[in-house]
């Protein structure tokens, strides 16, 4: 270690090299800036000079954070899978949504899964599944189930195929085309849209009027034409109205538990007992 007071202007021959290459590979093995300072006992501006010298990226807070929390960064991979999809679609119906987190720097991603546990258990283990780090699952007030990560590295990996809020959530373009494509697989789709089902989908079932039907309801209809054109290339028959999706009748119904169905179990088990009605008549 170097004496206290030793400054980067010092570093000269091989024992400088050395020294850099510690400290860039500190750095790089997930220690912070502050951390690595105190240790060599140099200045954060010179520690700044030397990565950036060695076209090192700088980490940002959240990423940071994550590192010190889980001892390692998430694995982001390119393209729309099974599991990324269902965190998004998630997202889409149940997605937290703080307004200040840009400004702070935090990235937060997450869901509310209000009483549903089982529900923010799946979407977790997609998360872990897909990025290689377990959000925090935590319970605020009454019935109010949240599982959190604050990462800037994923937050800018999701917003890459969609964008999220309660009357702006959807897919982009690109996204939207390659789901629609012979290459997505219909039931990676269906799995896709399971996670929109669990967050906003319900299962009513009218006796007196022999009414039966899964619903999913939002106030974007923009981001229910969207589900609408999935639906139709899953083969899932179904009717859009102004604020809600609609599937009804037997073999469409069975066509929605084979291709989509639920994650959380009381929807589950609503969804096959209104089912099973069909055959006691």
Not at 173 to 196: A, I, Q, T, W, Y
Not at 243 to 270: P, T, V, W
Request: aromatic share 10%; with cysteine.
């Amino acid at each position: 270690m170097p004496p206290l007071g030793f400054s980067i202007e010092t570093w000269e021959g091989k024992q400088g090299i050395v020294f850099e290459k510690d400290l860039v590979r500190e750095y790089l093995n997930g220690s912070s800036q502050s951390r690595i300072a105190e240790r060599f006992h140099i200045e954060w501006s010179k520690l700044r000079q030397v990565l950036l010298s060695h076209r090192v990226p700088i980490r940002g807070k959240s990423q940071q954070m994550l590192m010190d929390l889980h001892g390692r960064f998430p694995k982001v991979r390119p393209g729309l899978s099974r599991s990324k999809l269902y965190i998004i679609f998630a997202m889409f119906g149940d997605g937290l949504r703080p307004t200040s987190q840009t400004k702070h720097g935090t990235h937060l991603i997450g869901i509310a899964a209000g009483k549903d546990r089982d529900f923010a258990d799946n979407w977790i283990s997609q998360f872990e599944q897909e990025y290689s780090v377990r959000p925090t699952l935590r319970t605020v007030g009454v019935n109010n189930i949240q599982a959190s990560i604050s990462s800037l590295d994923i937050w800018n990996d999701l917003h890459c195929y969609a964008t999220f809020g309660t009357r702006s959530w959807g897919l982009r373009k690109e996204s939207l085309r390659c789901l629609k494509s012979d290459k997505m697989s219909r039931l990676d789709v269906g799995h896709g849209l399971k996670g929109l089902f669990d967050a906003d989908g319900s299962v009513k079932y009218e006796v007196k009027r022999s009414s039966r039907q899964v619903t999913v309801s939002s106030v974007n209809w923009e981001g229910l034409q969207q589900v609408s054109t999935l639906l139709d290339k899953i083969g899932v028959r179904h009717s859009v109205y102004e604020d809600c999706i609609a599937i009804f009748g037997r073999s469409n119904l069975l066509d929605y538990q084979r291709m989509i169905g639920f994650g959380i179990a009381r929807k589950r088990e609503a969804l096959n007992n209104m089912i099973s009605t069909y055959r006691v008549q």
